[in-house]
């Protein structure tokens, strides 16, 4: 039997583990602990009978040495002892088509920011974040009507019907694509602009950004510190109309 490691969270990761066991990997998880709306990986490892710790992952307390190691929604960075350790068989998934919107928030800030069509990167890990080989990426539209939680789901939901298919990629040492990063496209973890609409911006850019900080129970945007869940609820504040 083949040894895998899970670092995951949210119900990612717990699709990763069940796919792992389905594939009759020996697993453990590396995971975090939950709030009550997030999917907990940690009871679907005692469900499943699998052994899970909430440390970060390091070399000294690996369980074993691994044949893959798989990231999927997992909030700690995973250095480069870890990843030597695996021979580079170690994979992520990221919510953005690498280059493109590397850090956190890519989809968030993808809907700020105009852009037309999201997607999401299965890539090696290296060094750098989310800087290595890509293995595999696919193209989503966002929709006029997506919220950040509409979308998360869409993108997430689509990415797992290629994890198994990354697996086997990795498995046979396929290589993956030269990821071309750029530092201008890394995105640092935190809410973008704290949440705050700014009324200097246009119109269009501000009904984006009230559509980006909707995901419950998460705080929507605010403006001077006042609630604004529609672009009807911020221009009625303004005193204006559609």
Known sequence: MKNAILCGYHWTGCKALDMLLNNNY???????????YVNSLKLFCEKKNVGYSFDKIKINNLPFKPDIICSIYYRNIIHCDV??????KI???HPSLLPKYRGCSSLTWAMI?????VGFTFHYLRKTIDGGNIILQKKIKIEEFDTQQTLYDRVMFESMKYFEETLRLVEKGYKGKHNKISELEYYKRGCPYNGEIDANWDINKI???I????CPPLPVAKLIGKEIKTIEEYLKYQGKCL
């Open 83 to 88: 990843i030597n350790y695996c021979d580079g």
């Open 91 to 93: 994979f992520n998934l």
């Open 211 to 214: 559509r980006a900080m909707i």
């Open 113 to 117: 920011n105009g852009e037309e069509d």
């Open 26 to 36: 020996n697993v453990y998880v590396y995971t975090h602990e939950n709030p009550y």
């Open 207 to 209: 009904e984006r950004f």
